[in-house]
């Protein structure tokens, strides 16, 4: 590889970097945005309307006992 060919190389290399570095800087300017006054995001939620206290979850049941009662039709019904 004579030396013109290593200056071809290295030019279209440096000229590549110097498009892309370019492209990023011009499209970081025309699409800016603002810096928030306080970061983060407000959440608004309303309070839950006065209704006495939680119902209890329901008492989850050991998966053995639903592997028992299972039912083969049941299943091929439910995933047609």
Known sequence: MDSNEVNKLLAGLLGT???????GIVSDALFASPAPEKPGFAIEA?????GGPAAPAAAAK???????TANVEQGAAVFK
Do not use: G, K, R, Y
């Open 17 to 23: 970097v110097f498009v892309v570095f370019s492209v």
């Open 46 to 50: 309303t309070e839950p309307a006065e």
């Open 62 to 68: 050991p998966i053995a006992d639903l592997l028992a």
